[in-house]
């Protein structure tokens, strides 16, 4: 039995593509659950103990998908979510109940992190409901006894630490009534039936999982969530993923940098993507008319349809953008540095060292990364999307909103080739 066959139970289980980590990773992976549980190195019968034993699925998906959070991870989508909730939320829904999902939430950082703001705010306990899912129950035993080490506080403003945890032998223990806020169960995304029942939330929290996805699963993963959001509802998802976004949801320029979208409704995706299923209209034929002497411009390039995952095909950028995704960005630049260096000039290479500059507050290095990739690649829609959000943030609106439009067109240009 090949690892082929293990890499597939991962993919149909939960929706893994093996090029987002390299099939070196996942092997590893089974070598240490089989070392641990005394096994030989027959993968025929590990894999038959996968798929007979669904706690020993979960234990390797655990094994391949390390956690890797901290409280208020990237501070500025917590800044949106608080603007959101105090200038629009409040405003609107009178007496409602907030409701919000984090998915996957792994040990538990990011759900406490909102339970906490939103507690700050002075919101009642009984006017917000926190659903936190992941597909672990390791994790989610984890997060539910509310104990964490240093490595889960990393942001410079460590004054939440002060007001809701109490050191208890080295590690800093959530204060009861925090933990309270948030309701845990175990789930996966790509189960159909997936929170069934369970009435639509205001914001979901879905960051950074989508990139570990192909296309097709990211396409499935989208509808989901699609279902679980209120139309008047905010996702927030990872940087690295915001150029999936750009077919049925819309950025927010409310909360630019935040990576915040909202769904287009129906009747507005409609009137933005023609219907594939119906004829195109025939070109009328035009009157012959004398040849111009003037050289014919030349065709704009191919437009970019796969995502920035996707798009990766080397190694080093693939283990780029994943350190990136973990936090480890002088390691993901030096990768990208590297790639340059050995490859020459790259649009990937040139985006990702542009997120790295923006996560480390370097906004000006960042532009002129964005920059240089659009100059390889006019198409490239992630590199126009966070241009844009850039410019929105700097109060730049005539240059955002060109970029707006630019994107726009790239988005139409690539439903029409893909119709």
């Known amino acids: 039995m090949s690892l082929v066959a293990i890499e597939q139970l991962l993919k149909q289980t939960m929706g893994l593509d093996v090029h987002t980590i390299g099939e070196s990773s996942i092997l590893r992976a089974v070598q240490r659950r089989q070392e641990q549980l005394h096994l030989d190195s027959d993968l025929d019968a590990y894999y038959q103990l996968l798929r007979s034993t669904q706690t020993e699925l979960e234990t390797l998906i655990e094994e391949i998908v390390i956690p890797e959070t901290w409280f208020f991870r990237d501070q500025r989508p917590f800044d949106a979510f608080k603007r959101l909730v105090q200038e629009e939320w409040l405003a609107r829904c009178g007496g409602q109940i907030l409701r919000i999902l984090s998915i996957p939430c792994s040990t538990g950082e990011e759900p406490y992190s909102i339970a906490m703001a939103l507690h700050d705010l002075g919101l009642p306990a009984t006017r917000f409901h926190v659903d936190a899912v992941d597909i672990s129950a390791r994790n989610l035993v984890r997060a539910q006894h509310g104990r964490y080490r240093n490595n889960s506080f990393r942001v410079h403003d460590l004054s939440f630490r002060q007001r809701h945890f109490t ?42 999982l989508l990139i570990y996805f192909d296309r097709a699963t990211q396409e499935q993963s989208l509808q989901v969530l699609r279902k679980l959001l209120k139309d008047s509802g905010v996702l927030f998802i990872g940087h690295a993923e915001a150029g999936l976004f750009l077919d049925s949801w819309q950025a927010s320029s409310r909360y630019p940098s935040a990576f915040a979208f909202r769904k287009l409704r129906d009747e507005r995706r409609a009137r933005e993507r023609p219907d594939p299923a119906l004829p195109r209209p025939k070109k009328s034929k035009r009157p012959a008319s004398r040849p111009s002497t003037a050289k014919p411009a030349a065709p704009d390039p191919a437009p970019r349809t796969r995502t920035a995952t996707a798009r990766v095909a080397d190694n080093d950028l693939r283990e780029a953008l994943l350190l990136a995704n973990q936090g480890h960005l002088a390691e993901a630049a030096n990768l990208c540095e590297q790639h340059l260096q050995q490859q020459g000039p790259s649009a990937e290479a040139f985006h990702l060292l542009g997120l790295v500059r923006e996560a480390t507050g370097q906004s000006t290095e960042a532009e002129g990364f964005w920059r240089k990739a659009l100059y390889l690649e006019p198409h490239h829609l992630e590199s126009l999307t966070h241009l844009a959000l850039l410019c929105e943030r700097r109060g730049e609106r005539r240059e955002a909103q060109l970029l707006r439009q630019r994107t726009e067109r790239v988005a139409a240009l690539a439903g029409g080739d893909k119709a």
């Open 167 to 208: 050191l208890v032998d080295d590690e800093y223990q959530l204060e009861e009534h925090i933990r309270g806020l948030v309701h845990f169960r175990q789930g996966n995304l790509l189960d159909p039936a997936f929170l069934n029942g369970v009435a639509p939330y205001d914001v979901v929290f879905c960051r950074n």
